[in-house]
């Protein structure tokens, strides 16, 4: 957001290899890689956030304020496939319209007023960016800034935000059970998608 917020074309990876990372730079011509921790090179936003190379930033007090204004049809984001099929990632340009029209959709179809969105899907996906960042802010909401994986940790972050939407995948949902039930009681909506969710599986959360 901040990036955008600059005027800048962002590139997402798939995954955070630091393989996939650079064949990704390669392709986009990056200027600039922004990462928390697990490359040597680049900026280190995890160091940043934990306050131990704040120290390195030049602060411009009398900068200007963040309102670069995109055009419609300007790319705003690439992203990519996962590159199993093909080896290789293939690169998703979206334009500002494509990006934000759908996301405006989402939150008004799918999202509460002001939901509280845990998301088990990296937001580096176009599902995981649309469902668990661009709709719930549209929506007038908030998410968690990590991504579960597991029963206990997607348990944890539902409690500690109270949240009511959960953006999940099926291949998630088959450890549902393993969530105790106090931690899952704030969420009232659930969102499946990339892959076929099995219909005795869907009964069974749905009563749940």
Wanted: proline share 8%; charged share 15%; aromatic share 8%.
């Amino acid at each position: 957001l901040g990036a955008w917020a600059q005027g800048l074309h962002v590139a997402l990876p798939p995954n955070t290899r630091p393989q996939t990372i650079e064949q990704i730079c390669a392709t986009v011509h990056s200027e600039q890689i922004a990462h928390d921790g697990i490359l040597p090179h680049g900026i280190n936003l995890k160091a940043w956030l934990d306050n131990t190379a704040r120290t390195q930033i030049t602060h411009r007090p009398n900068r200007e304020p963040l309102a670069y204004r995109w055009q419609d049809d300007e790319t705003i984001v690439t992203l990519f496939s996962s590159g199993t099929s093909s080896g290789t990632p293939q690169a998703a340009p979206k334009t500002v319209t494509q990006l934000f029209s759908e996301a405006r959709m989402l939150a008004e179809t799918f999202f509460p007023p002001h939901a509280k969105v845990v998301s088990t899907v990296h937001p580096g996906h176009i599902y995981g960016l649309l469902y668990s960042v661009l709709a719930p802010l549209l929506a007038d909401g908030s998410f968690g800034r990590e991504t579960p994986f597991f029963p206990s940790s997607i348990g944890r972050d539902v409690r500690t935000y109270q949240a009511d939407v959960l953006v999940t995948v099926p291949a998630h949902l088959t450890t549902f059970e393993g969530i105790a039930v106090e931690d899952r009681q704030s969420v009232q909506r659930l969102l499946s998608s990339t892959a076929p969710l099995g219909e005795e599986l869907a009964r069974k959360i749905h009563a749940q």
